[in-house]
């Protein structure tokens, strides 16, 4: 048997922030990873002579009173990131595109410009103010959800008369607003809000709560980032921060069964039986509670089923571009929904054109493609299928020239379950719903004891920044909890 202070099953990115926090706190870590690389939904994979990215293509998190630079300042772990000039383009279904500049003013008059003048300045102007106040707030309020007194007296210690005139927003949802400003009848702009709430919020401006709702829509509006050779780039250093600091990063070694004894748990993995003290699952809820069923009861009024989330199919094309373009990323709207998943956008990431490192061969480039496919449980569909829609997309909008192409392979949700373990391969996290507020949203806190959750089910849990945020709340109760 082997002895650790925490164990961390998963290795995305949220285990591997809670992880790099424990370790500079001096806790023995060991994280087990099922997969033969590290990161999760946050990683990169060579095939056939290119890099390809597991499933995050956006880097978002960095800079002033973000998550990921506070973890980064806090260890030192060093990311060596390019700054993007332009986020995305939006390809809308009428024709039009748009840039969706980081710059506000800027981007206002882009929206302007359009969907037209009216209301999109009150609007943007407000999302920028919420968007703003979420991440102001998010590293002061890190006992969110509230479970116990601690978390209460924390809450009271940070709080401000702003988080209490901001509260309401908590109550309205993006549609409410979009309402106010007179934008419903706006079919581009409503459309154009909704998928790219899809992006990072996983959901529609009917669910998503406007506090959620404005930070995800202003994504695009915080410095984006792009780090050479894929993500595995952004994970690889926090493995090296955990190993070099006498823990350790163990792939292809997946958890069998955990038990909870006297001394903390008894976890059995793939090649070996370790006894640890503090135990974090990395990995979804709805796998967590596998290991935990005597706890599942606790959580079924939590818990979200195959009908409320979303899988992916996701298409990589290693092509010779036929011209340049000025961002790496792109959502293209789609006219009609695509057959058999009702998806109607796509998204698409380029390889940065200075990075040479992502192909084997000179001259070629890399795209990863992603949709949305719901329910991921029981809508089947050919994936074959899929891949010659997408691809007819590409061509049409002038992406790709189909003689260019000289690798492509494409997933679907089983692909997904296989590659991450994740429950019916559901990836993005959990959705926004607006009848579920923040302080009812899954915590930490897993069984009460030395267990806790991190990832993208639990709060904040969306993109980079959110489960960057959740191993930072994961790892602060763990020590406040047990005074380490």
Not at 441 to 450: E, I, P, T, W, Y
Request: with cysteine; net charge neutral.
């Amino acid at each position: 048997m082997k002895n650790t202070q925490v164990l961390i099953i998963g290795s995305g990115m949220g285990a591997l922030v809670a992880g790099a926090m424990l370790t500079k706190k001096g806790l023995k870590t060991t994280v087990l990873e099922q997969n033969y690389l590290p990161g999760g939904c946050t990683s990169a994979y060579w095939r056939k002579g290119f890099v390809f990215e597991t499933g995050a293509t956006t880097l978002v998190g960095l800079g002033n009173g973000m998550p990921l630079q506070y973890v980064l300042d806090e260890t030192g772990i060093e990311l060596n990131a390019r700054r993007l000039d332009l986020p995305m383009r939006v390809h809308l279904s009428n024709g039009l595109v748009c840039a969706r500049f980081e710059g506000r003013e800027q981007w206002i008059k882009e929206a302007e410009r359009v969907f037209g003048a009216k209301g999109q300045r009150q609007f943007w102007e407000e999302c920028y103010r919420v968007s703003d106040f979420v991440w102001e707030t998010s590293l002061k309020q890190l006992s969110f959800p509230l479970n116990n007194l601690s978390d209460l007296i924390e809450a009271v210690k940070n709080a401000s008369l702003k988080q209490v005139k901001y509260l309401p927003y908590v109550f309205k949802t993006v549609e409410s607003v979009v309402n106010r400003y007179g934008l419903h009848t706006n079919k581009a702009f409503v459309d154009f809000v909704n998928e790219q709430l899809l992006i990072s919020a996983q959901n529609h401006m009917g669910e998503v709560n406007f506090m959620f709702g404005a930070a995800a829509l202003c994504y695009t509006n915080l410095p984006n980032y792009y780090i050479d050779g894929g993500l595995i780039n952004l994970v690889q250093p926090f493995v090296d921060y955990i190993e070099s600091n006498g823990g350790e990063v163990n792939l292809r070694e997946g958890v069998r069964s955990v038990v909870k004894n006297d001394r903390g748990y008894e976890v059995e993995s793939s090649t070996a039986v370790y006894q640890t003290e503090f135990l974090i699952s990395g990995i979804p809820i709805n796998n967590t509670l596998e290991y935990f069923p005597e706890i599942k009861p606790k959580f079924e009024q939590q818990l979200m089923s195959s009908d409320q989330l979303n899988s992916a199919f996701q298409l990589g094309i290693g092509f010779k571009p036929h011209r340049s373009f000025d961002t790496i990323h792109h959502q293209i709207h789609l006219s009609s929904p695509l057959e058999g998943i009702g998806s109607k956008s796509i998204f698409i990431s380029l390889n940065h054109p200075a990075d040479l490192s992502r192909t084997d061969d000179e001259g070629l480039a890399v795209m990863s493609v992603s949709t949305h496919w719901q329910n991921p449980a029981y809508l089947t569909y050919e994936t074959d299928k899929l891949t010659d829609a997408v691809i007819d997309v590409l061509v049409e909008k002038d992406f790709l020239k189909r003689e260019n192409i000289v690798y492509q392979h494409s997933s679907g949700p089983k692909s997904w379950q296989k590659w991450t373990g994740r429950k019916w391969g559901f990836v993005g996290g959990y959705p926004q719903f607006n009848h579920i507020k923040p302080w009812q949203m899954l915590g930490a806190r897993l069984d009460g004891h030395k267990a806790y959750q991190v990832g993208d089910t639990v709060y904040p849990g969306q993109g980079i920044p959110g489960v960057t945020l959740s191993g930072i709340i994961a790892a602060k109760k763990l020590l406040r909890d047990w005074s380490l």
